[in-house]
């Protein structure tokens, strides 16, 4: 059994950074995929990011590509995301989440594991 708990949202400015962390209870073992996933108010939850755990193979939504990069820290069981460039579009509730298998998929069914979300705002 995983648990998950995110951190570090918040209200910033357009153009501004925040970096979101999700740190682990149980063990995440080399063969789990992790994943970040927003969902904004009236609109279904959507795919950000996603990292293997073993190699740090990473995959990014076309929406925040080049703005926002995904990390894990093993020694620490915590999974990072990093966004910059912030725009009022990204405005959400993100979650993290955890599946067990190597290959990074954005489907949300296939993760089993999710975190309770931290809200990110952004003004413009």
């Known amino acids: 059994q995983v648990h998950l708990v995110e951190s570090g949202g918040g209200l910033v400015q357009a153009g501004g950074s925040l970096r979101l962390s999700c740190a682990a209870s149980g063990r995440i073992f080399g063969s789990y995929t992790m994943g970040w996933f927003r969902q904004a108010p009236g609109k279904e939850r959507e795919f950000v990011a996603a990292i293997s755990w073993s190699d740090g193979a990473t995959y990014y939504a076309d929406s925040v590509k080049g703005r926002v990069t995904i990390s894990r820290d093993n020694a620490k069981n915590t999974m990072y995301l990093q966004m910059n460039s912030l725009k009022p579009e990204d405005t959400a509730a993100y979650y993290c989440?955890?599946?067990?298998?190597?290959?990074?998929?954005?489907?949300?069914?296939?993760?089993?594991?999710w975190g309770q979300g931290t809200q990110v705002t952004v003004s413009s």
């Open positions: 989440a955890g599946r067990l298998g190597h290959a990074i998929t954005i489907a949300i069914e296939t993760y089993n594991y």
